[in-house]
């Protein structure tokens, strides 16, 4: 364990009252504004799965559905049953499951480097800019997948380096299979990679062929096997691989030599723009003597290990996006922390302030604008947002000048008030203004004019499923496809439209226009 400097009695308070700030922050209107991207997506697998009373075999519009299996719909299940079918219960797992690993980084990470760096470490985490003011806003399932898959990296330090093989393969292959159950065949790179990345930095590469290893590769393929075994017992399986290979592969390989080219230089950018503001230390910490400092600490250099290696996946893959590789963020953090905190660059401090300084004072201008803004129109309640973020901003910028608290606490707090802005202001305008709100109101109105009566869309038409999902919840019962038109109401394109019809409702799906009519033969 590190000596570091201890907070001080102000330092501590500082820190328990942006942490309490951001977690509000994190939850406060998460409920207020429509699905869209993917949410509508996780959120009608689940919904289907409780209409039909079917938890082993999701669909989506009642097709069977195999680009995920269903672990992550089971908790949004559970969310549903709680909370109600709402958007607040959609997102709730995708926030909490943030919070949660932010919480087992801090723990993990206290107990190889001490306190002060691991409170450090797991704000860095918290507070990584592409999930505060994006990820962290939306019902999707990596943020999960990132709960259920670090702790498989930590666990392979953990207990590799007590000699507790038998409780690390266990633990490692159980978490696996929850991770494949989450998200398919993503989960088996990590697990393998890091395995072998441990085992060959420690020099006991053999362990792999001992039977604990063989034990928890069992208990991994009970898990999965129980669960396409349960599924075998309603439809075929084989769609499951196809689909999850096919999608594995073009992942890797998709989009061509220049797209590659391309990933392979944007790709380690946008990790360090995301990475903020762990990445502020890194003009610190270049110095000739940082692999030796790296390696002076082994959960540090297993860090560089772990992320480097599985890091090189999804830089050589075209498809690799930011958030696959969220389980590898906590590791991330931990080493630019501890080689930032630990550096020996005099000028750290000031560089920090300075920072933090500039930070803050674009803050207060970005909040002070917020009344003048146009597209903020819709926002209610403007002046007191601005007065409140100045207002908490001028009172930090006046503690970092009187040096109250270290540079970089500063940096987090300034994140903090960010996210509290986002969580006043993005909720209100994605309720008001976007295009999943329309969705919405659509959604509701089609529900009211075909209540009670049978809906369908015909043959092969694909519609935002923002508008599925709340027509779906409305109506009680799945959106089915039917191959010919019937006494009814359906969804159906212009080529499509019989001679006689009456017509109900209008929307388009990627420029093309859907009609909802009502057939009488």
């Known amino acids: 364990m590190l000596n570091t400097t201890p907070f001080s009695p102000f330092e501590k308070g500082f820190l328990w009252f942006f942490l309490c700030l951001v977690v509000f922050a994190f939850y406060y209107q998460l409920g207020i504004y429509p699905l869209f991207l993917e ?23 009642g097709d069977l559905y195999f680009r995920k299996p269903p672990l992550y719909n089971w908790l949004l299940i559970l969310s549903y049953k709680v909370f109600g079918v709402n958007e607040w219960a959609t997102r709730f797992f995708s926030v909490s499951s943030h919070l949660l690993l932010g919480l087992i980084t801090y723990l993990f990470s206290k107990r190889y480097l001490g306190n002060a760096l691991a409170v450090l470490v797991a704000f860095s985490y918290l507070l990584a800019v592409d999930i505060l003011v994006y ?88 898990l999965v096997g129980g669960y396409f075994y349960q599924y075998s017992q309603y439809e075929e399986v084989s769609g499951w691989w196809t689909t ?46 940082i692999i030796q400092l790296l390696k002076a600490n ?30 590898l963020f906590p590791f991330a953090c931990l080493v630019l922390i501890y080689a930032g905190e630990l550096s020996g660059v005099r000028w750290k401090d000031k560089y920090l302030r300075a920072v933090s300084i500039v930070c803050a004072g674009l803050m207060i201008i970005a909040f002070a604008a917020i009344p003048f803004l146009p597209s903020l129109e819709a ?25 109250r608290v270290r540079p970089y606490l500063a940096v987090l707090a300034v994140l903090c008030v ?8 993005v909720p209100q305008t994605r309720e008001k203004t976007t295009g999943a709100a329309k969705d919405k109101a659509l959604a ?37 496809q039917k191959g010919e038109f019937s006494q009814g ?12 019809y009456q017509p109900v409702g209008e929307l388009s799906y990627h420029g093309e226009p859907i009609y909802l009519i009502r057939y009488t033969p």
């Open 135 to 222: 990820f962290s806003a939306l019902g999707e399932i990596d943020l999960f997948y990132a709960l259920l898959t670090t702790p498989i990296l930590f666990g392979i330090f953990h207990y590799g380096e007590k000699g507790s093989y038998l409780k690390l393969f266990l633990l490692v292959y159980g978490l696996t299979a929850l991770a494949f159950l989450t998200k398919g065949l993503s989960a088996l790179p990590f697990t393998g990679i890091s395995l072998l990345v441990y085992f060959s930095w420690k020099k006991r590469f053999r362990e792999l062929f001992f039977w604990r290893h063989w034990l928890g590769v069992l208990l991994f393929s009970v």
């Open 418 to 425: 960010l996210r509290l802005g986002f969580s006043f202001i």
């Open 244 to 289: 999850l290979f096919r999608e594995s592969a073009e992942k890797a390989t998709g989009g061509g030599f220049s797209k590659w080219i391309n990933h392979l230089i944007a790709f380690p950018l946008d990790t360090l723009k995301n990475l903020l503001p762990a990445t502020f230390f890194l003009p610190v910490i270049f110095r000739k003597q």
């Open 298 to 327: 082994r959960l540090v250099w297993y860090g560089v290990l772990v992320f480097l290696s599985n890091f090189a996946v999804y830089w050589l893959s075209t498809e690799g996006r930011s958030r696959y590789i969220y389980p």
């Open 379 to 403: 926002v209610d309640n403007r002046w007191v947002i601005t007065g409140m973020g100045v207002f908490l901003l001028t009172v930090l910028l006046g503690i970092t000048l009187k040096r």
């Open 444 to 480: 509701t109105e089609f529900a009211l004019l075909t209540e009670g009566k049978p809906l369908y869309r015909l043959g092969d038409v694909r519609m935002s499923l923002t508008v599925v999902f709340y027509l779906e919840r409305e109506r009680g019962e799945v959106l089915k």
């Open 39 to 61: 949410e509508p997506r996780r959120g009608l697998i689940a919904l289907e799965m409780m209409m039909q009373d079917n938890y082993w075999v999701p669909t989506q519009t």
């Open 489 to 500: 109401y359906f969804f159906c394109y212009t080529e499509d439209l019989p001679t006689t």
